[in-house]
């Protein structure tokens, strides 16, 4: 069953029907003012940091689903009727809904008893606000007498304060009303320099500010009281709830038109010019002025929004193709780029599962969803490894999380999961890949946020690379500490204490229990160091890397092989996890993927029998699983892993995030059918014909989706917010499209399913423009290429001379 369709040429998915099977949400904004959208016009806002500058309110784990948002009220003050145009929050039965979720944008439009009403919502380019442009029609026969009201609640402070500590709230939220724009200021006496506003482009009947003058007591969003009488009751509040509701009339011939424009925003105000005039407690809106003024007019407003579509254009152009499979080329072109670059903006803070409180950036997911994303935006992957790099500690482990307004690591997560660091090579490498921009190396960035601690980036990965090394067990592979890429695996917690967290309560000393998923990855990381050091010229680098390398895919073969499948990890008494000697728990997918990544395995047919291995014991209609069986019971010696229910989360489920691996594993062994099959399993849009199985979006990719041992199976969830997006970009345009970004070329090596006959792909690397045709004349996938009418030997395009900026390359796959 479907809820509504994509529309690519537009690069909309278009929701037709409100209730969905959960809020289909969409981001708005994308440098540092972030709003969620959902269909129905919930989410919220936040500037920067979901927790610390969080704008305005939303009420999660909530019923009714999705309270709180961007509300819009209609009342026609002759027959009072009122209703929502986005049908939240008043749920009339509205005609001819429709939600476009476009890149950046999202347009709400619905009809009711001859109304038409439509609102744009989006954030311009380099401002701190969002806008929302309200279109009305009257459809009607005769005049329409109207009255509008907008509605969000304010919460300019810490979000957390918000069920730990309102009683302190209850009386700091301040606001001003001048001209008919709203003001909310909490704490700005003090230590705060920044407010929220609220704005309208029309004259004003009213206005509220206190939400529970505006509802009424013990009356909910559905039916408040002002909108139920027509009339505002101009509360100005102070403490309690806060809010803007602007009320306007607005009366209007048949087949008139009205654009108004509401603008929500964020500002700042230097220090030493808060206040107006001086010595007062009033804020000085001078310097905000002049920014509500402009985006009242609808003339700016359109230029913005033109703006915000052309820069999303021209992001999405580094790669466009043209397959056969319309999933793939809709993913591809729009969906999935997009999903990476809001995963690389947010990291895990804030979506419909993740309240934006907990999550900072992550050291380990950060790295990998710039993978997704460096060909688009070079120069904010540039900033965000430096970034990630200054919370690395000088052991060369790593700050779990970092928090996005201080840039600082997170203490209460810490540190200590093993895998983390390795993850800066691999991003580093995408990064030099793609721009060449060797620099990078050189610049210097702090240990432990600590100034007077700067070595140059190159430093960092060595020590990336080390503290791997530093850290081997009793089978010489590498020690998993709190946990690796599977936050869930437990192997030193040993918890009895049911508050404690799985991932920083620590009883053992963490010297035994080993993981083969980190080896996999520390070969990888390593050859990926011994190139980086090689075309620095730094020989005896790369050798070293290489022995390493080496050494630890020794160690593998001989104790982490299990005669099928590669072994999951060594636990705390040295027994196997992910073996056939296990009950639960016998095969697991990160080794499989990992492993064979890293090139294990590939020469001596071990890497065969891996991947049938998962295609036998793990695979489902609806992806693959993290491994199998389920445990059933709780493992004190593994961990959060068996706190789940069989087939959901890390217990069994379908985690998103490492299907890609088997992807590209499948792709290595030159298995383009399989490769897409698994890649058409997960995909978004492909899925969107079961939506009332998966209930998430159709158009982006979900962290989880439930296992086989589910009583909800092919059902996801924790949709935006997920490693998933990267991976799966990787594994479809670099191994199954196969067009790379290396140090000397484009690389143009497909391994795609049999029956498609090529295909088309146009991609921006370095400066150029390749426009590149892929044929199949035979059945393999020997790649031979031509560049501008000349053939070439072997599978990288070689860059242009200066100057030139088209190359045309074909390539034929027999
Ligand atoms: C979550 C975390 C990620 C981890 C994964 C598996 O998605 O964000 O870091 O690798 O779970 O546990
Ligand atoms: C939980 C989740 C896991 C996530 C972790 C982050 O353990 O199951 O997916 O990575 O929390 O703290």
Redesign the pocket.
């Known amino acids: 069953m479907r809820y509504g369709y994509f529309d690519d040429e537009h690069r909309e998915y278009v929701i037709t029907q409100p209730d969905t099977p959960l809020p289909w949400i969409n981001y708005l904004g994308c440098e540092a003012y972030f709003g969620l959208i959902s269909n129905t016009a919930g989410g919220y806002s936040f500037y920067r940091d979901a927790r610390l500058r969080r704008i305005t309110r939303y009420r999660y784990n909530n019923v009714p689903l999705d309270y709180g948002g961007r509300y819009i009220y209609v009342r026609d003050n002759d027959t009072e009727a009122f209703w929502s145009p986005s049908w939240q929050p008043t749920r009339c039965p509205v005609e001819d809904y429709a939600c476009h979720h476009g890149l950046g944008y999202t347009t709400i439009r619905s009809t009711y008893e001859g109304i038409e009403a439509q609102t744009r919502y989006f954030v311009p380019l380099g401002e701190d606000l969002e806008i929302w442009q309200l279109t009305l029609t009257n459809r009607r026969q005769g005049k329409a007498d109207l009255s509008i009201f907008s509605a969000i609640e304010f919460c300019l402070w810490d979000a957390e304060d918000d069920a730990a500590n309102f009683q302190r709230n209850f009386n700091t939220g301040e606001v001003e009303v001048e001209d008919g724009v709203m003001y909310h200021k909490t704490g700005y006496r003090e230590r705060r320099d920044h407010f929220a506003f609220f704005a309208c482009s029309e004259e004003l009947a009213g206005f509220d500010t206190q939400r529970d003058v505006f509802l009424g007591p013990y009356r909910g969003w559905e039916c408040p009281a002002a909108v139920e009488r027509g009339c505002s009751f101009n509360s100005v509040a102070v403490g309690w709830a806060p809010m803007g509701s602007h009320h306007l009339e607005v009366a209007l011939q048949p087949g008139e038109t009205r654009e108004i424009i509401f603008v929500l925003g964020y500002h700042e105000n230097p220090p030493d010019q808060k206040f107006d005039p001086l010595g007062s407690q009033r804020i000085n809106k001078q310097t905000v002025h002049p920014i509500i003024d402009r985006y009242l007019e609808v003339p700016e407003v359109e230029a913005a929004f033109d703006a915000l579509h052309r820069f999303w254009t021209n992001l999405l152009n580094t790669l466009q193709i043209e397959v056969q499979d319309v999933h793939t080329s809709r993913m591809v072109n729009i969906w999935n780029p997009y999903q990476c670059v809001v995963a690389f903006n947010l990291s895990r803070s804030a979506s419909l599962f993740e309240s934006g409180m907990g ?1 900072g950036i992550g050291f380990r997911d950060s790295n990998q969803d710039l993978l997704g994303c460096v060909h688009m935006l070079p120069r904010r992957g540039r900033e965000r490894i430096l970034e990630l790099a200054a919370t690395q500690l000088a052991s060369g482990g790593a700050y779990h999380q970092f928090q996005p307004l201080t840039r600082r690591g997170n203490d209460k ?1 810490g540190t200590g999961f093993n895998d983390d660091p390795l993850w800066l090579i691999l991003s580093t490498a995408a990064y030099l890949n793609e721009t060449g921009d060797w620099g990078i190396l050189d610049e210097p960035a702090v240990y432990e946020n600590a100034p007077g601690t700067e070595k140059p980036l190159y430093d960092h990965l060595q020590r990336s690379f080390r503290y791997t090394l530093d850290r081997l067990g009793p089978h010489g592979l590498p020690l998993i500490g709190r946990a690796d890429w599977n ?2 695996l437990n192997l030193n917690t040993f918890s009895a204490t049911p508050d404690e967290s ?2 920083s309560a620590r009883t053992k000393d963490g010297k035994v229990a080993e993981s083969v998923f980190i080896a996999g990855l520390f070969v990888l990381a390593a050859r990926e160091l011994a190139a980086i050091a090689q075309w620095r010229d730094l020989n005896e680098a790369a050798q070293e890397c290489l022995e390493a390398a080496e050494r630890m895919e020794a160690a593998v073969h001989e104790h982490g092989w299990d005669g099928e499948w590669f072994l999951r990890a060594y636990d705390d008494s040295g027994g196997k996890v992910g073996s056939r000697e296990n009950e639960e728990g016998r095969i697991f997918i990160e080794p499989q993927g990992m492993c064979v990544l890293a090139g294990l395995g590939l020469a001596d047919g071990r890497a065969e029998k891996a991947l049938a291995s998962v295609g036998g014991l793990l695979t489902t209609p609806h992806g693959i699983m993290l491994h199998h069986p389920p445990y059933t019971r709780y493992y004190l010696h593994l961990g ?1 892993i068996s706190s ?1 229910p069989p087939g959901y ?2 217990n069994a489920g379908i985690f998103c995030h490492t299907n890609p691996w088997i992807m590209i594993a499948e792709a290595m062994l030159g298995h383009g059918d399989l490769a897409h099959d698994y890649y058409s399993r997960i995909n978004p849009s492909v899925r969107e014909a079961i939506s009332d199985v998966h209930r998430c979006e159709p158009y982006v990719y979900a ?1 989880m989706i439930a296992g086989r041992d589910a009583t909800t199976p092919g059902e996801a969830k924790n949709s935006w917010l997920t490693g998933t997006a990267a991976w799966n970009y990787v594994a479809i345009t670099q191994w199954i499209l196969g067009i790379w970004p290396t140090h000397a070329g484009l690389r143009i090596a497909p391994i795609i399913p049999s029956l498609w006959s090529g295909f088309k792909a146009r991609r921006v690397f370095r400066g150029v423009t390749y426009e590149i045709s892929v044929e199949r004349a035979g059945k393999g996938n020997l790649v031979s290429l031509k560049v501008d009418g000349q053939p070439i030997e072997g599978d990288v395009v070689p860059l242009p001379s200066t100057g030139q900026c088209e190359v045309v390359v074909e390539a034929t796959i027999t």
Do not use: G, L, N, S
Request: aromatic share 18%.
């Open positions: 999550r997560i936050d869930c799985f991932q959060e789940y989360k890390e962290q």
